[in-house]
């Protein structure tokens, strides 16, 4: 598995965020796989169909990400970090 692109410290702030694995069908998607193979594939600007094996099966991996899009994950995950930010003072609010 890879764990070079969300740093162990990075996941445990953001675990809670995301969706439980279903318990019924398939097998679950590991959730850290799926941020990984996401932040992995914004960062070089690649097609998901380009996602290295390492990830899996990168249909699985856009899925995955299309659902949580649609359900307002990756929104969420937003909020959740900045509020967490704010609260330690590593955000400036002020907009010019």
């Known amino acids: 598995m890879s764990r070079d692109v969300i740093t162990d410290e990075a996941w445990e702030l953001i675990k809670d965020v995301f969706p439980p694995a279903r318990t019924r069908g398939r097998p679950p998607v590991d959730r850290r796989m799926v941020v990984e193979a996401t932040a992995w594939r914004f ?4 097609a998901w169909r380009d996602l290295p ?8 991996m856009y ?8 359900d307002g ?12 930010a704010s609260l330690q003072g590593e955000i400036d609010w002020v907009v010019s």
């Open 43 to 46: 960062r070089t600007g690649t």
């Open 63 to 70: 899925k995955n990400f299309r659902r949580w899009a649609a």
């Open 73 to 84: 994950v990756w929104e969420d995950l937003l909020t959740h970090v900045q509020k967490r």
């Open 53 to 60: 094996e390492r990830f899996g099966n990168w249909n699985t």
